[in-house]
């Protein structure tokens, strides 16, 4: 055993990554290149008698003529930006506000992170009940006891879709407010003092201080929100179905139908394939625009 | 200039109360439905106060089992967090306090994969675990669970053993530790802040889970608390009530983690993403 110094530590560090490296390839790396493969055959759980039979490009010729897929398609499109560009604006808004010093931030701070922490499933089920057509608070909201202006929301397909938007961003601007959070506490102080020494108003030091020193933040917030946002599944699968008439019906949840409701694991691998290159585009997008941050001080 | 500041001040409060008031009534709204009696429930239009009934947690508890979708939780979140942390620390390590190459690049295959959408690798995480005999069973989703909570464990670890002095290798140098000596005489005692942080974030993702648990548990003796909680389903109605009561048993620890540690949760997120 006469290796230098240097060798006998990478293989240590290569010793020490191994086991995470077994978890990824087999369960992350393995699946994305399978899903690839399924795709080009013709598999359905519960009729292992057929085999799976090689089909080519046939399921991606049904995948473009398949309307369902396409409106699921423009949901989570829509789905993804309107809820991202809110989580982001009202990140940014949270942010400024905890930002500030005052008694009882902390108190303040967690209750802000309740709804991140609430698991989406119980949070799903608790907006279905606020928009129940009876007993839901929306409506003892809107119309007080006057119960014949009661509203089924979940049932009309531009209300369900807005729900689900609300919901949605009820529950992740908390944490688009953390990651800007984190980049507002970097910025020095000393140029916030110096920028009201000479003159500069509230509005003046936000948009020539704050706004460009934490674009990096908000970057990062918006790459993690619009990744997330397309894998929305909980709120649709809890509180719509993908319906009314499939207006809340998303990729994700479209997937899964496919897959594990219909059994159909080669068709419905088209539209993982699908999600996955979309994903993997955009995500490749942003961090060429981040990259420097994210890997900054290494 | 006074009346500015204090004008300033009723904008400040105002708005902050309102974001608080936000965050918080929809939860404490349910937190009331959980305490209503059958009456107060189906009431139209609905009533505000409970009359603090606990009928719809012993409903949910005896009728609705949830304890047993508890102990499934537990014993999920707690070995997924226990399997993603140790492997996160030797990871972490070798990431950030070793000259090994392509660091950045190791790193940031991991981010991507936790950003993936859970459909593009499920059909065949299904077939692995069916091939393996592995659904419906507790290994079958916490194999899962640790290959998606990896990245966040690693990128927290890995930025904590940064901040570490670099003076603690060349010291245990000095003295002739081996690497494996100095990582875990002093590298992995010193990072217990750092593992805390993750723990914290690592369970709550895997308590609330739900789209692996929805395919894999298919069985209910399997089922975690969000299954349970998505599939409850009265007779006739929907039991909203006892739907509540559930939440709550659900969440309540989650809120306890927040107001206790929320300096920590906040640090370990912007950790994971920020400081990178």
């Given amino acids: 055993m006469n290796l230098s110094l240097r060798t006998r530590e990478r293989l240590f560090a290569i010793l020490l990554l191994a086991p995470t490296m077994v978890f990824v390839v087999l369960f992350a790396f393995y699946p994305i290149a399978s899903s690839f493969y399924l795709s080009l055959h013709r598999i359905i759980i519960g009729l292992p008698g057929l085999g799976s039979r090689f089909v080519g490009l046939d399921n991606y010729r049904t995948l473009i003529h398949d309307q369902i897929a396409q409106k699921a398609l423009i949901n989570t499109l829509l789905f993804v930006f309107v809820t991202t560009f809110f989580e982001i604006l009202f990140g940014l808004l949270i942010a400024l506000l905890i930002n500030q010093r005052f008694r009882g931030r902390g108190i303040i701070r967690a209750s802000i992170l309740v709804p991140w922490a609430i698991p989406t499933v119980v949070s799903s089920q608790m907006w279905r009940f606020i928009f129940n057509d009876k007993y839901g608070l929306i409506n003892l909201i809107l119309f007080g006891s006057d119960i014949s202006r009661y509203k089924a929301w979940l049932a009309e397909p531009g209300y369900a879709f807005l729900a689900i938007i609300i919901a949605d961003v009820w529950k992740t601007s908390s944490f688009a407010a953390l990651l800007i959070l984190a980049g507002l506490q970097i910025i020095p102080e000393e140029l916030y003092l110096a920028a009201k020494v000479d003159g500069a108003g509230p509005w003046k030091r936000f948009t020539s201080i704050t706004l460009p020193l934490v674009r990096p933040a908000l970057l990062i917030a918006l790459l993690f929100r619009t990744m997330d946002a397309f894998r929305v599944f909980d709120l649709v699968f809890v509180m719509t179905q993908g319906g009314p008439a499939d207006s809340t019906n998303v990729l994700q949840f479209y997937g899964y139908k496919k897959i594990f409701a219909e059994g159909l694991m080669g068709y419905g691998s088209t539209i993982s394939v699908l999600v996955f290159s979309l994903t993997f585009v955009i995500s490749l997008l942003y961090i060429r625009m981040v990259g420097k941050r994210l890997t900054r001080g290494s | ?276």
């Fill in chain 2, 1 to 276: 200039m006074i009346l500015m500041k204090r004008l300033q001040k009723i904008v400040f409060v105002s708005l902050t109360a309102w974001v608080v008031i936000v965050s918080l009534l929809p939860f404490l709204w349910m937190v009331m439905t959980s305490l209503k009696s059958e009456a107060d429930i189906t009431a139209i239009p609905p009533t505000v106060l409970p009359s603090l009934s606990l009928h719809f947690y012993s409903s949910a508890i005896a009728d609705y089992n949830i304890f047993h979708y508890l102990k499934n939780s537990l014993i999920v979140a707690s070995a997924t967090t226990f399997i993603t942390l140790m492997l996160s620390v030797f990871s972490g390590y070798a990431l950030s306090r070793t000259r090994l190459g392509h660091k950045n690049i190791i790193l940031g295959s991991l981010l991507l994969v936790s950003m993936f959408p859970q459909i593009s690798i499920a059909g065949p995480v299904w077939r692995i675990l069916y091939n393996a005999g592995w659904l419906n069973t507790y290994q079958g989703l916490i194999v899962p669970y640790v290959t998606l909570t990896l990245p966040l464990g690693i990128w927290i670890m890995t930025s904590f053993f940064r901040e570490l002095p670099e003076e603690l290798e060349r010291a245990a140098l000095v003295d002739g530790c081996s690497n494996i000596q100095t990582l875990f005489r002093i590298m992995i005692p010193l990072s217990a802040p750092g593992v805390f942080t993750a723990a914290i974030l690592v369970f709550i993702y895997a308590w609330n889970e739900f789209f692996f648990a929805l395919l894999i548990m298919t069985q209910r003796r399997f089922q975690t608390l969000p299954v349970g909680i998505a599939m409850f389903q009265g007779q006739y109605t929907i039991p909203w009530g006892e739907i509540s009561a559930a939440s709550v048993i659900a969440t309540v620890p989650l809120v306890l983690l927040v107001f206790i540690f929320q300096r920590r949760i906040i640090s370990g997120l912007s950790a994971g993403a920020i400081k990178g």
